[in-house]
């Protein structure tokens, strides 16, 4: 088995005095076997307690199903067919469109900015190896973003014309309801421009990703695409990663899934089988309850460290807020990137309310350590006295630093270690999360599948807009 995430308590347990800190095992085991008999009734389809409706508990073992799945199944494996449409698309067009909001786009843009070049989009065809331009579009409402989006894509047929894959644009369209309104409305729009540009072959260039049933499972039955992949019954969205809502537009990127994949069914068998001391995902989960039920502390910020893990954040923040946030409990998230917010947030969170617990997202050894700070003769900025570190010490130092200085005002911290930024950790990652926050859920009573709040906004949006719409119109202009 390969290096896994580790889940450090010592910081925040030393802010504790030592009866605090006894409770922190309290009530996991019987959480952990809850979970796992969660696991094991969503995947043989059992109806769950009126309490545990929905039960979207089937992501706790579709890695390991998946990658079973290839072993017995070979070329027909779905990971094989996903595999097959990603070197299709990435073979005739040079731009991806994934379409989605929520849970639909939140992983794979996680994956995206965690994995791919940074300026991965503004590079030639040749200096990406080939593979596509990846655009997100649906996941808000934005004429103008929108309009934008529609006039690259115009100009690059303009340009590059619409027979060979330079000019050539795919959408891979992903929602599991099939009837949510923004993405529905960008699709529309994107679909049109397909079907203009490129009439021959719409049916080989969109790609819709949907549950079994639904409005754009229809849509796409009608218009016949040539791929069309399923969400599994029992896996929502924002548990939705790694089914094809994140393997298909994940591979067209060139990302190895099978090593997302691996590293998902390791956490999950990590989650089963170690015990607490080292079990990284109920240790996580423990300690966030703990400080929240002593200490009071709901605001949870997930403190990325590099550029890299922002939008991981982000896709934690809508898991935890959206799992968590109902009947008047769970905890708040808020997604730090350091060093960029200790100039924004540190502040606060060195003398603000006590009332957060900070967790280090740690990213381990960056891609390129041989970056170092050059040395000049002039020296008028006076760095020459930090010439023999490299920005990634700097980084080091700043970690190092930070958590000093939290410490010495007992500002409990937690470091999530990752052993490197790669697929396989990013799987671990993904599951950690998922698992800690199910277990969570069982510890404060909560159902974490489900978002009935959201109903509300959805609801009024269309009876406003069926009314003839709150429209701020063009009489103003
Ligand atoms: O976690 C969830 O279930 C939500 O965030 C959904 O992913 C989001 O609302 C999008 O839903 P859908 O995929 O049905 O369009």
Redesign the pocket.
């Known amino acids: 088995m390969s290096e896994l995430i580790t889940c450090d308590l010592h910081a925040a347990l030393k802010t504790l005095p030592e009866p605090d800190r006894a409770a922190l095992e309290a009530g996991l085991p019987e959480a952990r076997e809850a979970v796992l008999q969660d696991a094991r009734r969503a995947a043989e389809g059992c109806t769950a307690s009126p309490q545990k409706q929905p039960l979207d508990a089937a992501f706790i073992d579709w890695p390991d199903r998946l990658l079973q799945d290839m072993k017995e199944n070979g070329a027909d494996s779905l990971i094989a067919q996903i595999e097959r449409c990603a070197t299709r698309l990435q073979q005739t067009v040079d731009t991806v469109v994934v379409i989605?909001?929520?849970?639909?786009y939140m992983g794979m843009r996680a994956l995206f900015e965690a994995l791919a070049d940074p300026f991965h989009n503004e590079r030639t065809r040749e200096e990406r190896g080939g593979i596509p331009r990846l655009y997100f579009a649906g996941w808000n409402v934005d004429s103008d973003r929108q309009q934008a989006l529609l006039d690259l894509l115009e100009n690059r047929v303009r340009r590059c014309g619409s027979d060979g894959p330079a000019g050539r644009t795919a959408l891979i369209v992903?929602?599991?309801?099939g009837g949510?309104l923004e993405?529905a409305i960008a699709f529309r729009n994107l679909r049109a421009f397909v079907e203009r540009h490129f009439s021959s072959d719409v049916q080989d260039l969109i790609v819709p990703v949907t549950g079994t049933t639904g409005r754009l499972r229809t849509l796409a039955e009608q218009a016949g695409f040539r791929d069309v992949f399923s969400i599994p019954e029992g896996i929502?969205?924002?548990f939705s990663v790694l089914t094809a809502v994140g393997l298909l537009p994940a591979a067209v990127s060139g990302i190895n899934i099978r090593r997302l994949l691996q590293g998902a069914a390791e956490m999950t068998e990590h989650f089963r089988s170690a015990p607490f001391e080292h079990n990284a995902v109920l240790r996580h989960a423990a300690i966030g309850h703990l400080l929240e039920r002593q200490r009071g502390l709901t605001i949870r910020v997930l403190s990325t460290w590099g550029s890299h893990l922002e939008a991981v954040g982000l896709w934690y923040d809508?898991l935890l807020a959206?799992s968590l946030g109902k009947q008047e409990r769970g905890a708040t998230p808020i997604t730090g990137v350091n060093t960029r917010d200790l100039h924004s947030r540190g502040q606060q969170h060195q003398e603000g309310r006590r009332d957060k617990l900070i967790v280090n997202l740690l990213p381990g050894p960056p891609r390129h350590p041989t970056q170092k700070i050059p040395l000049r003769e002039d020296d008028a900025d006076d760095l020459n006295r930090f010439a023999r570190h490299s920005p990634a010490s700097v980084l080091e130092a700043a970690i190092a630093g930070t958590s000093q200085a939290y410490a010495a005002d007992a500002r409990p911290t937690v470091d999530l270690k990752l052993p490197g930024i790669t697929p396989h950790s990013l799987g671990q990652l993904f599951q950690l999360l998922m698992l800690s926050t199910v277990v969570e859920g069982e510890l404060i009573g909560i159902n974490p599948y489900g978002?009935p709040g959201?109903e509300a906004y959805k609801k009024n949006m269309i009876d406003i807009l069926l009314r003839g719409g709150a429209d701020t119109g063009d009489s103003e202009t």
Do not use: N
């Open positions: 989605g909001i929520g849970g639909s992903i929602s599991k309801s949510t993405p929502g969205g924002r809508q959206e978002q959201v």
